[in-house]
T-cell receptor, first 116, second 111 residues
């Protein structure tokens, strides 16, 4: 079954304690990205990656890191979480964007993070 | 900068037709996509317009007019299960294929 998986699904942590949210896709997609979603603000892109070893900042990259060492995995790292990073996080993947050709974003189930 | 604007909330009656608009300001983009998200769930793909005009997929249709910087999602024969948030998104030509999202429209359906 084609899917994007994220772990953990729920996480409560404290300020400053490093954490990693994993993301993995089994569709051989080149493009992967991370979003955070907060009430009234829609989806805001944190980082995205066009392929292995290629990452770019999205709209809200401060306080986050990512890596893309393998095509299927795109972990999100919070080195020193703060309460303003409490949010719902989604990982997504798609085939490589090519001009006007439609490419569908497949989203993971989401990770709810609470930073105390 | 690039931005997409949608109404924050739309209310409609079961069985009716509703249109959700998306206006954008961007210097260049590829197609316009629409996604649906139910409360507590992940966004799922609904529709895509690469070119101007109407695309139909069952009860859902989407429209794009590049000359008017405007698109919309049309939902017909509304069902209670269509209560969700709807997002428009474009792939930006200028910033290495970054996906730009609208803030979403919450669709409330009344019996």
């Amino acid at each position: 079954e084609a899917q994007v998986t994220q772990n953990p699904r729920y996480l409560i942590t404290v300020t400053g304690k490093k954490l990693t949210v994993t993301c993995s896709q089994n569709m051989n997609h080149e493009y992967m990205s991370w979003y955070r979603q907060d009430p009234g603000l829609g989806l805001r892109q944190i980082y995205y990656s066009m392929n292995v070893e290629v990452t770019d900042k999205g709209d809200v990259p401060e306080g986050y890191k990512v890596s893309r060492k393998e095509k299927r995995n795109f972990p999100l790292i919070l080195e020193s979480p703060s309460p303003n990073q409490t949010s719902l996080y989604f990982c997504a993947s798609s085939s490589k964007p090519q001009g006007l050709r439609r490419e569908t974003q497949y989203f993971g189930p989401g990770t709810r993070l609470l930073v105390l | 900068g690039q931005s997409l604007e949608q109404p924050s909330e739309v209310t409609a009656v079961e069985g009716a037709i509703v249109q959700i608009n998306c206006t954008y300001q961007t210097s260049g983009f590829y197609g316009l996509s629409w996604y649906q998200q139910h409360d507590g769930g992940a966004p799922t793909f609904l529709s895509y317009n690469a070119l101007d005009g109407l695309e139909e997929t069952g009860r859902f249709s989407s429209f794009l007019s590049r000359s008017d910087s405007y698109g919309y999602l049309l939902l017909q024969e509304l069902q209670m299960k269509d209560s969700a948030s709807y997002f428009c998104a474009v792939r930006d030509r200028q910033s290495n294929y970054q996906l730009i999202w609208g803030a979403g429209t919450k669709l409330i359906i009344k019996p």
